[in-house]
Structures are given as C-alpha cells and as structure tokens.
C-alpha cells in the first residue's frame, strides 16, 4: 500500500493550497480517508476524515469552514481544499487511510510540508 501525499508548499496568510493524496495497493472505496498535521514542536493531529462514499465527513474544531475534504474514487484521491490559511496552520499534513469501521489508521503517506507566511 502506498499513499502519496502532494500539493503542499509556501502560501502567504490568507491563501489557499489543495492537498492531493494518490492511494495505490488498497480497495480505496472501502477505506476512510483521513488528514492529520504535525507542527515543529508539538504532536500529530486530527485534520479532516471521509467515509469511504464520501457521503460522511468529520473536521477538527479549527477547520470551520477554511478547509474541506473530499475524495475521487474513480482516481483512488483524496483532496484537502484548504482556504483563508494562518500561520498556525503551518505543519507536514499527512493522509491515512483507515478500514471502514476499524478504529486506527492502517496506512500512512509520507507527508508534504505546507508553510504559512505572516
């Protein structure tokens, strides 16, 4: 199983990126689809998730209404849409994938770094 994460980059306060996370090796459809971040410093944690129909998703609290996840399974992709960005939001975004109703994450991407600038 391979999860590729890209998209990430350098945007100034107040932009926007799209995160792209291309699965390979799995049933895509049958796995929940998840975004978490880790910042210098301080732990991993909860972004954004997906069912595997995309009907059901789940944010953080400090998503609002900034960032919004979706999926393409036809394309075996999950996007991140991530707009109004802070410098807060400044950390390596990883995509996970996660069994249906398992309750851990099985597979990890390697991460892409998104940097804020005030």
């Known amino acids: 199983v391979q999860l590729q994460a890209s998209g990430g980059g350098l945007v100034q306060a107040g932009g926007s990126l799209r995160l792209s996370c291309a699965a390979s090796?799995?049933?895509?459809?049958?796995?929940?689809m998840g975004w978490f971040r880790q910042a210098p410093g301080k732990e991993r944690e909860f972004v954004a998730a997906i069912s595997w129909s995309g009907g059901s998703r789940n944010n953080a609290d400090f998503v609002k209404d900034r960032f919004a996840i979706s999926r393409d399974n036809s394309k075996n992709t999950v996007y991140l849409q991530m707009n109004i960005l802070k410098p807060e939001d400044t950390a390596v975004y990883y995509c996970a994938a996660r069994y249906k109703d398992d309750s851990a994450y099985s597979y990890w991407g390697q991460g892409t770094q998104v940097t804020v600038s005030s």
């Open positions: 090796g799995l049933t895509f459809s049958s796995y929940v």
